[in-house]
């Protein structure tokens, strides 16, 4: 009989049973060793210490192997000849296997050949021509727990000489590694060599096991905080939080500027309170030596980034006082930290960092690294350069790879709610649920309420009430209890426009509070057009016009081609509403900030709004067009109940649609873009290449291109450089 493994619900379920309480952490790690197979998940879970299920310590890599299933399968792996456990032991040393070069490298060191694994590979263990790995990810921990201690030694041994014949044994001075002759120097020694290469998950690997082997408490103390730095560099916040613990009670100045760096940057990310965040952030970006690889700098730009969350300057100010006094503090960063500390007052300073990293010649980008695009993207995010910053997100998860994940959350969030302002939200419909699950394994709390809080807008954007209703309550929940006002207004806009399409949402109020002004957060400036609607629709028209008037006097109207449109869709409104003769004049100042605007919804608010104004007006033929221009976008974004009120107002001036869902032919004679081709063409109009352009779009070159060729002979231009002038003329229309 062939049997499937249990699901993954199902395996949650029965580690629920055994071992209650269990972190997700950990049980991620059992479930995934497991691959399903009852019997494992049982044994692998057991045979941990009560302070590893507890996530208080680390857990052993590869994990031990339990009663259960030694009594089922450890005979078989004690059956096998002597070389063949040598280098079973080994292979269990690795985690996604070996190259059949590396393992005869290693075999040769141990005396043997490849073909001592012939009797494991006979009996299903291992399989594999190139890279030879375990045929079940919970065979490692039998390898290794079977294996005699003199084969785990000699498996150490033959691991750490692959390792420096690999990278060489020169990793400088080693003054920031520990110091000592005991079991653990070689284990320093390939730690170093790694590091020094940027092989984090390598140095990780042999730091812990150089603590492992260790007799002297001071220097476990220093390897403990050395693996823990590696660990954050990986991105497993969880695992450096645990290691760090074991590094604790030394009093070397490095070894405690080394753990206070590790738990306060993994504590932002797996538990998140404003406070406690801010002051342990704050004690960590001290001056002097660390241990490992140096990590204050993203402790920095997370101390930055609380600002942002919780709505005060102070964080940033003093991440941007600690750059000050280094002697070479990143470009990047400072860019990064001043866009949350005031994006609006320090706008050119802002956009001159970003273009001297991502200018036309964009030297400093080919030099840069992962952490440094996520920086550089995060500022163009909050300045609201949409293409900037997709652009520098999709080469920070490019760039990163498997080694340098510090970042990974972060710019993976960033991502996500690229997507929501550019109106791909089928996209985040697909790639949310499985990031979440992702964030939920790795107890990454504050990743997956920024996750949360996204997909909450386009429910509430797409009038999905019931999907709302559940992240609404979440979003608000994290926001009460770990002092977070920027999630507190997200699920305020949220609600918001949930009321506005009809939707009942939870909690709400007919008129849920928004964010009162745009100067420095981006939430606000999203909200910008309703605050405006919320506050006429109140009869609070002092109110209104103050919002206006502030946005005037901090000149929001040049901040963004975004805000450009929002700041004068709202004096479009004002005026409106007050009847005023140039209404008209700044509908249409408003419509031709749309063009340049990247928020699709932003420009579909507007028409539907101008639509109607014409309508009154008895405007009918501009009425039409900007209501099935509205109609027709909010189509293609899903946006229902917006939908539905463009298609109300048609009706209203004469113009019957075929039925639901349907979208309106647009005028005879304009050229028509579909939502991907109109995307393709603003960011080739920006200068772009196809291959950047691909990148931002997850499609390939050669699409990017057929579309150009497909679209010049509708837009009747021949080139690029006529893009910008045709895009223009194309106005409202597309």
């Given at each position: 009989?062939?049997?499937?493994?249990?699901?993954?619900?199902?395996?949650?379920?029965?580690?629920?049973?055994?071992?209650?309480?269990?972190?997700?952490?950990?049980?991620?790690?059992?479930?995934?060793?497991?691959?399903?197979?009852?019997?494992?998940?049982?044994?692998?879970?057991?045979?941990?210490?009560?302070?590893?299920?507890?996530?208080?310590?680390?857990?052993?890599?590869?994990?031990?192997?339990?009663?259960?299933?030694?009594?089922?399968?450890?005979?078989?792996?004690?059956?096998?000849?002597?070389?063949?456990?040598?280098?079973?032991?080994?292979?269990?040393?690795?985690?996604?296997?070996?190259?059949?070069?590396?393992?005869?490298?290693?075999?040769?060191?141990?005396?043997?050949?490849?073909?001592?694994?012939?009797?494991?590979?006979?009996?299903?263990?291992?399989?594999?021509?190139?890279?030879?790995?375990?045929?079940?990810?919970?065979?490692?921990?039998?390898?290794?727990?079977?294996?005699?201690?003199?084969?785990?030694?000699?498996?150490?041994?033959?691991?750490?000489?692959?390792?420096?014949?690999?990278?060489?044994?020169?990793?400088?001075?080693?003054?920031?590694?520990?110091?000592?002759?005991?079991?653990?120097?070689?284990?320093?020694?390939?730690?170093?060599?790694?590091?020094?290469?940027?092989?984090?998950?390598?140095?990780?690997?042999?730091?812990?096991?150089?603590?492992?082997?260790?007799?002297?408490?001071?220097?476990?103390?220093?390897?403990?905080?050395?693996?823990?730095?590696?660990?954050?560099?990986?991105?497993?916040?969880?695992?450096?939080?645990?290691?760090?613990?074991?590094?604790?009670?030394?009093?070397?100045?490095?070894?405690?500027?080394?753990?206070?760096?590790?738990?306060?940057?993994?504590?932002?990310?797996?538990?998140?309170?404003?406070?406690?965040?801010?002051?342990?952030?704050?004690?960590?970006?001290?001056?002097?030596?660390?241990?490992?690889?140096?990590?204050?700098?993203?402790?920095?730009?997370?101390?930055?980034?609380?600002?942002?969350?919780?709505?005060?300057?102070?964080?940033?100010?003093?991440?941007?006082?600690?750059?000050?006094?280094?002697?070479?503090?990143?470009?990047?960063?400072?860019?990064?930290?001043?866009?949350?500390?005031?994006?609006?007052?320090?706008?050119?300073?802002?956009?001159?960092?970003?273009?001297?990293?991502?200018?036309?010649?964009?030297?400093?980008?080919?030099?840069?690294?992962?952490?440094?695009?996520?920086?550089?993207?995060?500022?163009?995010?909050?300045?609201?350069?949409?293409?900037?910053?997709?652009?520098?997100?999709?080469?920070?998860?490019?760039?990163?790879?498997?080694?340098?994940?510090?970042?990974?959350?972060?710019?993976?969030?960033?991502?996500?709610?690229?997507?929501?302002?550019?109106?791909?939200?089928?996209?985040?419909?697909?790639?949310?649920?499985?990031?979440?699950?992702?964030?939920?394994?790795?107890?990454?709390?504050?990743?997956?309420?920024?996750?949360?809080?996204?997909?909450?807008?386009?429910?509430?954007?797409?009038?999905?009430?019931?999907?709302?209703?559940?992240?609404?309550?979440?979003?608000?929940?994290?926001?009460?209890?770990?002092?977070?006002?920027?999630?507190?207004?997200?699920?305020?806009?949220?609600?918001?426009?949930?009321?506005?399409?009809?939707?009942?949402?939870?909690?709400?109020?007919?008129?849920?509070?928004?964010?009162?002004?745009?100067?420095?957060?981006?939430?606000?400036?999203?909200?910008?057009?309703?605050?405006?609607?919320?506050?006429?629709?109140?009869?609070?028209?002092?109110l209104a016009r103050a919002h206006a008037a502030r946005a005037s006097l901090h000149g929001l109207d040049g901040f963004s081609a975004d805000m450009r449109l929002a700041v004068r869709h709202g004096r479009a409104l004002l005026a409106a509403h007050d009847g005023r003769h140039d209404a008209g004049a700044l509908f249409r100042s408003a419509a031709e900030a749309a063009t340049a605007a990247s928020r699709p919804f932003a420009?579909?608010?507007?028409?539907?709004?101008?639509?109607?104004?014409?309508?009154?007006?008895?405007?009918?033929?501009?009425?039409?067009?900007?209501?099935?221009?509205?109609?027709?976008?909010?189509?293609?974004?899903?946006?229902?109940?917006?939908?539905e009120s463009a298609r109300a107002e048609l009706r209203a001036v004469g113009v019957s649609l075929a039925g639901p869902g349907a979208v309106p032919h647009v005028d005879p004679g304009r050229p028509a873009l579909t939502a991907q081709e109109l995307r393709i063409v603003r960011m080739a109009a920006r200068g772009l290449s196809n291959q950047e352009i691909a990148d931002q779009l997850a499609i390939s070159p050669r699409t990017?291109?057929?579309?150009?060729?497909?679209?010049?002979?509708?837009?009747?231009?021949?080139?690029?450089?006529?893009?910008?002038?045709?895009?223009?003329?194309?106005?409202?229309?597309?």
């Amino acid at each position: 009989m062939s049997l499937t493994g249990l699901d993954q619900h199902r395996a949650g379920r029965l580690l629920a049973d055994r071992h209650p309480g269990l972190p997700a952490v950990v049980r991620a790690a059992v479930t995934s060793a497991a691959q399903g197979n009852p019997l494992a998940l049982l044994s692998l879970s057991d045979a941990l210490t009560p302070a590893q299920r507890d996530g208080g310590t680390p857990l052993p890599d590869p994990l031990p192997a339990g009663p259960l299933l030694d009594g089922r399968l450890g005979g078989l792996f004690r059956s096998l000849p002597r070389p063949t456990r040598d280098l079973l032991a080994l292979l269990a040393l690795t985690e996604a296997g070996m190259s059949t070069v590396d393992l005869a490298h290693a075999a040769a060191r141990l005396g043997t050949g490849l073909d001592a694994l012939d009797p494991a590979e006979k009996a299903g263990l291992v399989r594999g021509d190139r890279t030879v790995r375990f045929t079940r990810r919970f065979l490692p921990a039998l390898a290794y727990s079977t294996a005699s201690p003199a084969a785990r030694r000699r498996a150490h041994t033959a691991w750490t000489d692959l390792g420096l014949a690999r990278w060489g044994t020169s990793a400088g001075d080693g003054a920031h590694a520990a110091r000592g002759t005991d079991g653990g120097a070689p284990f320093d020694r390939l730690a170093r060599a790694a590091a020094a290469r940027g092989q984090w998950s390598a140095a990780l690997h042999a730091w812990q096991r150089a603590a492992d082997a260790g007799s002297d408490p001071a220097g476990r103390s220093r390897r403990y905080a050395a693996a823990a730095t590696m660990a954050l560099r990986c991105g497993r916040p969880n695992l450096a939080m645990a290691l760090s613990r074991q590094a604790q009670g030394g009093r070397e100045p490095a070894l405690t500027r080394t753990v206070s760096m590790v738990q306060a940057s993994a504590g932002f990310d797996t538990a998140f309170t404003a406070e406690t965040n801010r002051a342990s952030l704050s004690s960590a970006l001290t001056q002097g030596q660390v241990l490992g690889s140096d990590g204050r700098e993203w402790a920095a730009f997370q101390l930055a980034l609380l600002g942002s969350l919780t709505h005060r300057p102070e964080p940033a100010r003093q991440a941007l006082d600690w750059l000050s006094a280094r002697s070479a503090p990143s470009a990047a960063l400072r860019t990064a930290v001043l866009a949350h500390l005031d994006p609006v007052g320090r706008l050119s300073e802002i956009r001159s960092g970003l273009a001297e990293a991502a200018g036309p010649a964009a030297a400093g980008l080919a030099r840069s690294t992962a952490r440094e695009l996520t920086w550089l993207a995060d500022a163009a995010w909050r300045i609201d350069d949409i293409a900037l910053s997709e652009h520098l997100t999709a080469a920070a998860l490019r760039r990163g790879g498997p080694e340098d994940r510090t970042h990974l959350s972060h710019a993976s969030a960033l991502q996500v709610a690229l997507m929501v302002a550019a109106g791909r939200w089928s996209e985040v419909h697909t790639v949310v649920p499985a990031r979440l699950r992702e964030a939920e394994r790795e107890g990454l709390t504050r990743y997956g309420v920024s996750l949360k809080a996204q997909l909450l807008l386009v429910c509430a954007f797409q009038g999905r009430a019931e999907q709302a209703a559940e992240l609404l309550a979440d979003v608000r929940r994290w926001a009460r209890t770990y002092d977070s006002p920027h999630h507190g207004q997200i699920a305020s806009y949220a609600a918001y426009l949930l009321t506005e399409s009809g939707a009942a949402a939870a909690g709400g109020g007919s008129h849920p509070p928004l964010p009162p002004g745009p100067v420095s957060d981006v939430v606000a400036r999203y909200a910008y057009v309703d605050t405006v609607r919320a506050a006429l629709a109140r009869g609070r028209t002092t109110l209104a016009r103050a919002h206006a008037a502030r946005a005037s006097l901090h000149g929001l109207d040049g901040f963004s081609a975004d805000m450009r449109l929002a700041v004068r869709h709202g004096r479009a409104l004002l005026a409106a509403h007050d009847g005023r003769h140039d209404a008209g004049a700044l509908f249409r100042s408003a419509a031709e900030a749309a063009t340049a605007a990247s928020r699709p919804f932003a420009r579909g608010r507007l028409a539907l709004d101008h639509g109607i104004w014409l309508k009154r007006q008895r405007e009918m033929a501009g009425a039409r067009s900007q209501l099935r221009f509205a109609h027709d976008l909010f189509t293609r974004l899903g946006a229902a109940p917006w939908q539905e009120s463009a298609r109300a107002e048609l009706r209203a001036v004469g113009v019957s649609l075929a039925g639901p869902g349907a979208v309106p032919h647009v005028d005879p004679g304009r050229p028509a873009l579909t939502a991907q081709e109109l995307r393709i063409v603003r960011m080739a109009a920006r200068g772009l290449s196809n291959q950047e352009i691909a990148d931002q779009l997850a499609i390939s070159p050669r699409t990017v291109a057929s579309h150009l060729y497909k679209v010049f002979p509708r837009l009747g231009i021949s080139s690029r450089r006529e893009l910008d002038r045709a895009l223009q003329e194309l106005g409202d229309h597309t």
